[in-house]
């Protein structure tokens, strides 16, 4: 019996430039399927759906086999997505980088895309007038902290408006890239206009305004008997007004205002409570464990 023949370096690069174009077949035919759903939602002022993109990325995690890295996969779809994005409409991205520190604007283009127009802006407060005007379609901002600089930027969101900015995502969603400031920097992403969808993997934030100054248990009580877990809590009092209290909240879970959570929070703090705004819904990033399932911990 003839020995089958060993596979040749000529005939292993042939292999990978066949398959190279399959790859590419499938880029162009994804990108036909694109341009249908482009036309049913023609008419449409704001056409990204973050909870989509993100159960995206969730799906191929779980499927995903072999040595390829995550990271790399992740960073592959994140640029088709944005890709398509862009020939959709009008999509640029406002972050927000303080003097001397480019590690947020790394973070916005590994998410964004490397061709994606971006500016950079030295204020919070100047890339929420962007994004709020939509002379940019996103703003990338520091994640809300509670250290004495911190900036409070989430207040400026505390609107009834129906086109006020909200959070969208948070960054970075597959972990830090190579920037050489980006390690241990964390961004929120936001955007008007964009109807908060649920992931089953969901952040949500919450403005809490009270009439006076209730203690946060007080509210992480409501919230837990709610059934949401409330995560993280900043306080910003209002100088000009002194009956305003204004606790920002995240929570574990989908806090959804069409199922009447937003109001019975609202009845449910032992104290007074004059209105609960939310302020946007993300899905939760990557965690190491999924980026990488092999290394030990």
Known sequence: MTKPRKPTLADLRQQID???EQLHDLIMQRTQV???????KK?????IRPA???EIIYRLMERHKGPFPRRELTRIWRELIVATLSFEGPFSVAVMVPENQTGFWDMARDQYGSFTPMRRFTTSARVIEAVQRQ???LGVLPLPRNDQDSDQWWRHLVSTAEDAPRVIARLPFAGHGNGFEAQGLESLVICPLVKPEPTGRDRTYLAVECEEDIPFRTIAKALNGLGF?????????EPARPAAWIHLVEVFGFVDPEKGHLDALKENVNGKVSRVIHLGACATPLGPQELDPGKKR
């Open 34 to 40: 694109v341009e249908n759903v482009r036309e049913i």
């Open 43 to 47: 008419g449409e002022s704001v056409k």
């Open 52 to 54: 989509r993109e993100a």
């Open 135 to 137: 002379e940019y379609t």
């Open 229 to 237: 877990s409330p995560v993280y809590n900043q306080l910003w009092h």
């Open 18 to 20: 066949e398959i190279d």
